[in-house]
């Protein structure tokens, strides 16, 4: 879904915006409406094709700015043009970066979240805390929500299970779905 570039620039906004989620490729029309429904079509077949490398949303799903990234050409005036316009219209934020120039921390953040939106290091080191406490309990959750691989324990459909898939000797206790050496001869 990105190239490396992008791949660069996805890892730094993720950093800078640890407390909203980075989405990739999202079209502007996800997330825009027209004032009037009059030309709505006509709008929606416009937009349709244009997209931001990078979209920042809150947790509700509010977008609060835009990132492109751009490729060996470029992004051209027009589409650069349109997408000013149009998401200022909207109140989000939006810039071009580059992975090997990118703009410090305070001026990305205060450009998309506002003046006071530069969080100190304490507040980063709580929040990256508390995304590895709920990646770990989902993880956690989903292990003992798994039903077991033992035969012993009945068949899947105990579980509301009725596939042959979901009750195979391929679940583990653990994350993997399949042992670390699955060949079945030896090695010479």
């Not at 640890?18 to 502007?28: A, I, Q, R, T, Y």
């Not at 071009?96 to 990118?102: C, T």
């Not at 009750?167 to 206790?173: E, I, K, L, M």
């Amino acid at each position: 879904m990105v190239n490396s570039e992008e791949r660069k620039a996805w890892h730094w906004l993720t950093r800078v915006f640890f407390d909203h989620h980075v989405m990739v490729k999202v079209p502007v029309t996800r997330f825009t409406l027209p004032r009037t429904k009059e030309n709505s079509a006509h709008w929606y077949q416009l937009l349709s094709g244009v997209y931001c490398t990078f979209t920042v949303c809150r947790d509700d799903g509010q977008v609060v700015g835009c990132v492109d990234v751009p490729g060996i050409r470029g992004i051209s005036r027009s589409n650069l043009q349109l997408k000013l316009t149009l998401l200022s219209q909207c109140g989000i934020a939006y810039c071009v970066v580059k992975p090997n120039s990118l703009p410090t921390l305070a001026e990305i953040r205060s450009d998309f979240l506002g003046s006071n939106a530069v969080p100190n290091r304490k507040e980063m080191e709580d929040a990256a805390m508390a995304t590895a406490q709920r990646l770990r309990a989902a993880v956690d959750h989903q292990r003992h929500k798994r039903p077991s691989a033992d035969p012993a324990s009945g068949p899947a459909s105990e579980f509301g299970l009725d596939s042959d898939f979901a009750s195979g000797a391929w679940q583990q206790p653990d994350s993997f779905i399949a042992p670390l050496d699955s060949r079945l001869g030896q090695l010479h």
